[in-house]
């Protein structure tokens, strides 16, 4: 019973330590970019979004800096 749960704490912290190597590659490699652009202008929007109006709090969302453009959470544009 010991050896299995020593067993099984290992392969948690093994998965935990995995996950968050992979989280700090994928930071690395976008260089801070959301991986989205804006489909108006094809600027690439920051990662780190700060909210214009309260239907962006609550659903997410951009305005783009570059055309001013609002975009949902998926990036797509807003009618």
């Known amino acids: 019973m010991f050896i299995a749960l020593h067993i ?11 996950g968050l190597i992979t989280l700090f590659l994928e930071r690395l490699l976008t260089k801070g970019k959301a991986g989205l652009a804006c489909p108006s202008c094809n600027e690439d929007l920051p ?3 700060r909210p214009k109006n ?4 609550f659903l997410g969302g951009w305005t783009c800096s570059a055309c001013g453009a609002e975009l949902d959470r998926r990036g797509r544009l807003r009618s």
């Open 8 to 18: 099984t704490g290992e392969l948690i912290a093994a998965a935990v330590v995995g």
């Open 47 to 49: 990662q780190h979004r």
């Open 54 to 57: 309260l239907r962006q709090v």
